[in-house]
């Protein structure tokens, strides 16, 4: 059986972490994870249940009753995340689940029961996972760790770009301050903040197209999958 290793993608909002993941992931057929799926969906689980995040109780109640999983979507390509039977890959990507999920995402007991679930997955290696927190946290003896980056304006306009065609009322200036807020909770919580991992590969995608960033992140892969060690600036 070919040798597989875990691949991590951690990183700013809106960076293309889930993009160069799923590219990466078909290329290599591997199995895709966007945990930041995860932490969206138990958001609109609390949003809908009316849970208080800052109530223990409250939340340990509700994660009890959450039930998350992914299923391959042949459409997309891409796996889509199920809460409680309900597919709401579309509903997670609202801007009011984004502008609640960084709070919800720092409750230590979200984050224990979005971690356990996100190492089981990984078990067999042949995984590609994206997040913030995956190198280092959630998988630290992961063999291949890439920490990406690109310029905020244009990570704003990509975003913008995206939203703005399921939602044509929304403005640059919400997807903007809605991307400073997360990256700023992400950054400064007090478990798991987002940072790069000592043993992380920067890539800044600011001017590279998805082809171009496979390209750069497969060739990573490749040399790991040989055993060679990468010049950081590869
Ligand atoms: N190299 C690229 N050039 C242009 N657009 C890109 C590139 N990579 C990704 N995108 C686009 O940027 C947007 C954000 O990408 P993606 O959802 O992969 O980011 P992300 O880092 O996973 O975001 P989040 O952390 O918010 O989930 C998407 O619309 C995607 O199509
Ligand atoms: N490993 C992770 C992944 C995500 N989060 C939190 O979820 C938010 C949404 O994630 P996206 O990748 O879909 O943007 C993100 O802003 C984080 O608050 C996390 O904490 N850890």
Redesign the pocket.
């Known amino acids: 059986m070919a040798h597989k290793i875990i691949v991590t993608i951690d990183?700013?909002?809106?960076?293309?972490?889930?993009?160069?993941?799923?590219q990466l992931a078909r290329e290599l057929n591997y199995v895709f994870i966007?945990s930041?799926?995860m932490y969206r969906a138990i958001t609109l689980y609390f949003l809908r249940n009316h849970v208080n995040h800052e109530k223990s109780a409250e939340v340990k109640k509700a994660l009890h009753n959450i039930e998350l999983w992914f299923e391959f979507n042949e459409r997309s390509g891409r796996s889509d995340i199920y809460l409680n039977g309900e597919n709401v890959e579309a509903l997670i990507r609202d801007l009011l689940v984004?502008e609640h999920v960084s709070a919800i995402a720092a409750v230590k007991e979200v984050r224990e029961f979005a971690v356990d679930q996100q190492q089981k997955m990984g078990e067999k290696k042949g995984i590609v996972m994206?997040?913030?927190d995956i190198g280092t946290t959630v998988f630290p003896d992961a063999e291949l760790k890439i920490f990406?980056t690109?310029d905020p304006a244009?990570?704003v306009e990509?975003?913008f770009?995206?939203l703005f065609e399921r939602n044509p009322d929304i403005t640059l200036d919400e997807v903007r301050i809605n991307?400073e807020m997360?990256d700023y909770m992400d950054s400064n919580r007090e478990i798991s903040p987002l940072r790069k991992a000592d043993d992380a590969l920067v890539l800044d995608?600011s001017n590279?197209?998805?082809e171009?960033?496979l390209k750069v992140a497969h060739k990573w892969v490749k040399e790991r999958l040989k055993g060679e060690s990468i010049h950081p600036k590869a």
């Open positions: 990183g700013f909002s809106s960076c293309g972490k889930s993009t160069l993941a799923k966007d930041g799926a984004s994206d997040g913030r990406m690109a244009v990570r990509r975003r770009k995206e991307l997360r995608n590279l197209t998805m171009e960033q």
